[in-house]
């Protein structure tokens, strides 16, 4: 349209008229090319702007990772560091519980040791007066729960504390009258009476369950005082009035006390568990067997190490197996005639000992009567 009107104006127009319509179309011209160099610019801009944004977003992505990479590595590190000082901690824990325990080990070797050394002189000594007991605890190392009813005879124990005595000098500290229940023996009055003789300057103590305690004669209390006699109670779990027993050692003038802390704590029981087939290490059974010269027993002329060997043959009785007992496993007091003889043997492993599992012995156990199975010492 407008061009037509352009061409109708050229034709009727004068001739100054056609050169301003040129003109203006001229200056159209020029305006279209600025107009297009213009879009061009604002394009060109327009893709700088883009760029410059496209280039900051990449920069602040960039900037946004590394701050996140630091962030992840401060994170790190503080883990790390935090992980490091745990560990030390934990290394610091580990080193003084193993300084402890091996403080602990080193401790119980020297015990060991010194328990097993030839001691410089005999300071105790059981007195096994019979076998059986009428209490029958589980797991006795006497194995009185599932002995047969035996006493052994006046005459043997006489002739025994004068022995003892004779090679001991009469210098032994303590003496632990036995079994079994000791109460139960018929000749206990001439026992305790003989034993005094034999060791006057000894401390002398009964050591019984208390079943029969209150039954005892006058005659009884009176020998006990007289002889001072201490009567020890292993105060078990059971029905007995052990504050009258008390009362009545007092109202006698005797001696009373509670074995072990039983009077104080209740009373628990252990585990000795046998090796019926012989198969133990003798030397390391007797290492760490706390028998070792603090529990010697003196019985029908032999003194053995401890309470299991001469008392196996009830074990083997009842439950038809054979730990055998050799001359090696006791002493002959009467062919020993000085008390460094009784010392030496002590001091050394026998025998016997390949059939204890010393190693394997638990205490803390709920005490209970025996069911008089073999699995008690097993």
Not at 133 to 157: P, Q, W, Y
Not at 337 to 347: R, V
């Amino acid at each position: 349209m407008i061009a037509k009107i352009k061409e109708w104006l050229s034709r009727i127009l004068p001739m100054p008229y056609r050169t301003m319509s040129k003109r203006f179309a001229e200056l159209e011209e020029q305006g279209k090319v600025r107009d297009e160099q213009l879009q061009k610019l604002e394009k060109s801009m327009a893709n700088s702007i883009e760029l410059m944004q496209s280039l900051v977003k990449k920069q602040d992505e960039q900037k946004q990772a590394m701050l996140k990479g630091f962030d992840e590595q401060k994170q790190e590190l503080f883990k790390n560091q935090t992980g490091l000082i745990n560990n030390n901690a934990l290394l610091a824990q580990t080193t003084e519980k193993n300084t402890k325990k091996i403080i602990t080990n080193l401790q119980e070797i020297e015990k060991k040791a010194i328990r097993i050394q030839q001691q410089p002189r005999l300071s105790y000594f059981v007195l096994n007066i019979l076998d059986h007991c009428n209490l029958k605890c589980k797991g006795c190392d006497h194995f009185a729960a599932i002995a047969e009813e035996r006493f052994v005879s006046l005459v043997s124990i006489q002739n025994d504390l004068k022995r003892m005595a004779f090679i001991t000098n009469g210098a032994v500290t303590r003496i632990g009258i036995m079994g079994g229940e000791p109460l139960l023996h018929p000749d206990l009055i001439e026992i305790l009476h003989t034993a005094r003789e034999a060791f006057p300057k000894s401390l002398l103590q009964l050591v019984t369950n208390g079943i029969l305690l209150l039954s005892q004669s006058n005659l009884f209390w009176n020998v006990c005082r007289e002889n001072e006699i201490i009567i020890v109670v292993t105060k078990y779990p059971i029905n007995l009035d052990h504050d009258r027993m008390m009362e009545t050692a007092k109202a006698n003038k005797v001696k009373f006390q509670f074995y072990g802390n039983s009077g104080i704590v209740t009373k628990t029981s252990y585990k000795m568990p046998m090796d019926v087939d012989g198969m133990q290490n003798a030397k390391l059974s007797f290492w760490n067997c706390y028998h070792v010269n603090t529990c010697p027993l003196v019985m029908e002329g032999k003194l053995y190490p401890c309470t299991i060997i001469p008392n196996s043959i009830h074990f083997n009785q009842k439950f038809d197996v054979h730990l055998d007992t050799e001359e090696g496993d006791y002493l002959d007091i009467y062919e020993a005639y000085k008390q460094l003889d009784l010392l030496s043997y002590l001091s050394t492993p026998k025998p016997f000992c390949r059939y204890c599992k010393t190693n394997e012995r638990t205490y803390g156990h709920i005490w209970e009567r025996s069911k008089q199975e073999i699995s008690e010492w097993m």
